[in-house]
């Protein structure tokens, strides 16, 4: 089982939609799916409780950090083939471990001035654990300042190659428990699958 913890200090990043997008993306595909929402807003475990298709699935109840290793570790038994993990905005000092419990740690980051600066927690956090880590940039727009930040994060590690524009459809697919995979934009859907792929990649 591959485990991948999306993370990023900054709320609004985009955390809850990479998380959900790319698990029914990987759902989609026929893999065994596993969703643990970590933030105590519990926006993630609202979608899914919205949600009206069985995959993919979440526990009955969210891990806490301290019942992490033991969730995965009980995840991966029942023969899951990927685990996705959503975090609180913070830095707090369990998530550098749960990111150490990761196989890879994806920080969605939007392409402003003050999203950049907060980028260095993260990156503190994901860097002290040692687990790879990959930058998306999220709710971008087609203006130079999305380009600085491909600049900016390209220097900072490694880039995604494929952004998350900012587009009406996640709003859509959100209110009824859907991924954009699921909707009607067929940008919104190819780039989240071109997402998937690229994170698949780096497993
Ligand atoms: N690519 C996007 N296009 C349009 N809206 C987006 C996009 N990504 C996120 N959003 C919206 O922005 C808000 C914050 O995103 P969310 O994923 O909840 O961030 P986080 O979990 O990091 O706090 C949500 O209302 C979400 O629907
Ligand atoms: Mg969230």
Redesign the pocket.
Known sequence: MKTILVASQK??AG???I?KNLSVAASAEGAKVMMFDM?P?K??REWYDQREADEPVMPGRDPGPKELKKAIDTTAIHGFDYLFI????ASDAWLSDAMKLADLVVIPVRPSPTDLRAVRATLTSAKSAGTDFVFFLSQTTRTKMTDEAVRALAARGKLADVNLALRVAHAETDMDGRSVIEGDDPKARDELLAAWAYVKEQL
């Open positions: 709320g609004g955390k809850t939609t998380a933030d807003q926006s993630l959503d975090t609180p905005p």
